[in-house]
């Protein structure tokens, strides 16, 4: 049985509008890409969609309360939402430094989560910030 999805190019800023035939689950045609770069991008699109990941996760005595990260290669759209969830339960402490990789194999994807900034330890004292601590019950 064949199926038709449309995807929006956005390899570059033209935006094509692509429609994708597949069949069985294999690219049969491809139409409305300007380029055949926009053939490639809607065929894996409809096939095997990935995202690049981008998210913060918690430090705790830094002298930021979050570190930015990202994935160290794209991960599957329908894997993302489990990332973020396995991810809201990483507590780093300081210092992180930038390309550390702070989830190793995320979600058995073989993919890494990694560090995108450094954050040093903070100085002792009332201006150490540990972000988001729950409030006590
Ligand atoms: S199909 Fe080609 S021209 Fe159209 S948006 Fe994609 S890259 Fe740009």
């Given at each position: ?21 597949l ?5 049969v045609?491809?139409e409305?890409?300007?380029?055949p770069?926009?053939a490639a991008?809607?065929?894996?699109e ?10 913060v996760?918690r ?5 930021l309360?979050?570190?930015?990260v990202?994935s ?15 991810l ?11 390309g550390e ?18 954050v ?13 601590e729950?409030p006590?019950?």
């Amino acid at each position: 049985m064949s199926e038709v999805r449309e995807v929006t190019c956005i390899v570059c800023p033209v935006g094509c509008r692509v429609r994708v035939w597949l069949e069985g689950g294999r690219v049969v045609r491809v139409e409305g890409n300007l380029c055949p770069r926009g053939a490639a991008y809607a065929a894996s699109e409809a096939t095997h969609p990935v995202r690049e990941f981008f998210a913060v996760v918690r430090v705790k005595g830094g002298d930021l309360p979050v570190v930015s990260v990202r994935s160290d290669r794209p991960v599957p759209k329908g894997a993302v939402l489990s990332i973020v969830r396995e991810l809201s339960r990483v507590r780093l402490r300081a210092p992180v430094r930038a390309g550390e990789v702070v989830l190793a194999n995320v979600g058995g994807l073989g993919v890494n989560i990694v560090a995108t900034r450094t954050v040093k330890r903070a100085e002792r004292g009332p201006a150490a910030r540990d972000a988001f601590e729950p409030p006590p019950h």
